[in-house]
């Protein structure tokens, strides 16, 4: 595997040689913007719909952590952990998480076989700009894109000459962390390498609520070992011509954590994930030209005492792209996708294979100052499971501005789809060719207020209300043999409300930052297709109310961070008999940033869970107590 790796990046290499939660507020200057063109890139088309950007402050206190305990203390999405050491996946508007998109430098990164992606494995160590897109996506990225999208990017790299980093951290529960980085810019070239190292025990104590009395315990079978690298090159062939060659590869291996009250069966897992992207741009009069050609490679093996499973996939993505801007109004954007899966799984009988074409067109309009309008199209093309073509309309109008104050209304309309994965098709036994694709509507709108007074304070407030109805829901469920198949066994509809705040402000010398945040989201079957079902009631963890809130001040090279983190209550079966209790975190860090000539030594105390507080995200699934971690970055220069 490794071997393949150097051989293949070594080439591109070559090739490249004959031949880049809270909304972040930029608090270098406040005022009213009457024009905005287009915005951040993830916003361009996606008029109307609730986008969020992770403050690049916070990312770097939590570098040393996953990107799955970075989202779910800095938004109000819900992630289902099996415990310190398992999977985690993420819950979108009251969604699965194969129906969330994960893509990265805009091409989806799930797993072909499950749909979805292990957030435990994917680090936060070598990735620049984390977005999320809250609702239907599927018209702009794709398959899987019912309740949401996770866009990851690669660094960019601004400071010319060279720079580098070192980190390192020692936390409780024998956790170790290293990350390393150098950089080199000049006006032709760009390189940037990046590369980590995580290993943890997780022995802590916890109390075991599957016995009586909750008898304090201590957690065995738990470690883990993670470690990856990224590696990113551009070259500036012409003021007009660009190519950029990147790299992502992590590796863990994990212990997975029993269930309390029953014995380790020596359950153990390996992910491998290697990818690599090459993308030629190229701007012209006709507009900028993108050819973006990628392979990935997924490797899973799963062992425990009377189990012994491989999956091994590759993943061929081609995607070109023309993008079309007239001055400040219109930006028309066509373009195709393919994919090739090729997939050897022991589940299967055989190797499976499956190529999927997509044509898109994304137009974003703004014919007036104070409204912006974007329409996207998409129609995917997959033998035996053809969805209906996709349609996205949204607006945002700018209705009232006066001296600090700006209102808008917004709404979005969407058409969403989710592709049966491999295994939903061809696991031996139980796999079901027969299977629909599931498709869905979106429809959502809102207020948005954003207050200025001049350069000391900005406050944006946003609230979202939301309506989806997905059919054909493909769910796994026991058949009449009594063997698990999957079905398209019902119709779900969601809906909600999100309401959300961020503040920057500055008094004298201090600047402070504050995000609010809460969701509530109503998710429950409403008709069933095979059987009764349980219809009416709230769908298997799903809170109804889920909140964050954090605050940071920093004064004279001093940050106090601190975030709040409430979860409401979640039914652990579809009948409502059974629950997890809410429950509420607290985490606190405090920084030191000390100026060394140019470089600079940055360090940080941090307590997660500093409440001590006893949660569950998954039933009899055992969680961290009150933990420290103390990190010491050096940057150069």
């Known amino acids: 595997m490794r071997k393949l790796y150097f051989r293949f990046f070594f080439l591109l290499t070559a090739l490249a040689g004959t031949t880049a939660a809270a909304q972040q507020a930029d608090s270098s200057r406040y005022q009213l ?9 993830a916003e361009v088309y996606a008029a109307g719909s609730r986008v969020v950007t992770l403050d690049s402050s916070y990312l770097s206190i939590y570098s040393g952590s996953s990107l799955a305990e970075a989202l779910q203390t800095r938004t109000p999405l819900y992630f289902k952990t099996y415990g310190a050491s398992g999977i985690s996946s993420v819950s979108f508007r009251g969604t699965n998480a194969s129906q969330t998109a994960v893509l990265w430098n805009g091409l989806n990164i799930a797993l072909p076989t499950l749909g979805q992606s292990d957030f435990a494995t994917l680090p936060l160590s070598g990735i620049g700009e984390v977005s999320v897109q809250h609702g239907a996506a599927a018209a702009t990225y794709g398959s899987g894109a019912i309740g949401g999208a996770v866009l990851l990017s690669s660094p960019t790299y601004g400071r010319k000459g060279l720079s580098s980093e070192l980190q390192q951290e020692a936390g409780s529960f024998v956790r170790y962390f290293s990350n390393g980085s150098i950089s080199y810019r000049d006006e032709k070239v760009t390189i940037g390498t990046s590369a980590y190292h995580r290993t943890a025990e997780n022995n802590f104590k916890y109390s075991d609520l599957s016995r009586f009395g909750a008898p304090e315990r201590r957690q065995e079978h738990a470690s883990q070992k993670v470690y ?10 012409t003021p007009k011509t660009n190519i950029a060659l990147h790299s992502w590869y992590t590796y863990a291996d994990r212990n997975l954590q029993p269930a309390m009250g029953s014995a380790h069966n020596n359950a153990k897992q390996e992910d491998e994930n290697l990818r690599l992207l090459t993308e030629l741009t190229h701007s012209s009069r006709f507009g900028q030209s993108s050819i973006k050609v990628a392979y990935f490679k997924d490797y899973l093996k799963y062992t425990d005492n009377s189990n012994n499973s491989v999956a091994d996939v590759h993943t061929y993505q081609l995607q070109a792209e023309q993008t079309y ?7 028309l954007r066509g373009g195709l996708n393919l994919q090739q899966f090729q997939a050897e799984n022991d589940g299967y009988a055989g190797e499976k294979e499956e190529t999927r074409t997509s044509l898109f067109a994304l137009f974003r309009y703004d014919p007036l100052d104070i409204l912006d309008l974007s329409l996207n199209l998409r129609q995917t093309l997959v033998k035996g499971y053809n969805p209906v073509p996709t349609p996205a309309l949204g607006f945002n109008l700018k209705f009232y501005q006066q001296q600090h104050h700006q209102l808008s209304l917004k709404g979005n309309v969407s058409g969403s789809y989710r592709i049966p994965t491999l295994n939903d098709r061809f696991w031996t036994g139980a796999g079901n060719p027969e299977l629909k694709p599931e498709q869905g509507w979106s429809y959502e709108g809102g207020l948005r207020h954003l207050y200025v007074l001049g350069n000391e304070l900005l406050l944006e407030t946003e609230a979202t209300y939301y309506h989806m109805l997905i059919d054909d829901w493909i769910q796994w469920a026991p058949s009449s043999a009594g063997t698990w198949v999957p079905s398209n066994l019902q119709k779900v509809r969601s809906r909600g409300v999100e309401l959300s705040s961020s503040l920057s402000a500055k008094i004298g010398d201090v600047n402070l930052k504050g995000t609010a945040g809460y969701t509530y989201t109503s998710s ?37 961070l601190g975030n709040l983190n409430y979860t409401g209550l979640r039914y652990t079966t579809n009948s409502e008999t059974s629950s997890l209790d809410d429950f509420l975190l607290l985490n606190l860090a405090l920084s030191k940033k000390i100026q060394l000539r140019q470089n600079t030594l940055i360090l940080t105390l941090r307590s997660d869970n500093a409440t001590n507080s006893v949660y569950q995200t998954m039933a009899y699934r055992a969680m961290p107590p009150r933990g420290y971690t103390f990190s010491l970055r050096f940057i150069i220069p």
């Open 33 to 41: 913007q009457t024009v905005n063109v287009f915005g951040k890139p």
């Open 228 to 237: 990856g690298f990224t590696q990113d090159l551009a070259w500036h062939i």
């Open 325 to 331: 801007n007239q001055g400040k109004n219109w930006s």
């Open 524 to 560: 429950e079957q409403v008709e069933a297709y095979i059987g009764e079902g349980e219809t009416g009631k709230q769908l298997m963890y799903v809170p109804l109310h889920k909140a964050i809130l954090s605050a940071e001040a920093n004064y004279s090279g001093w940050s106090l």
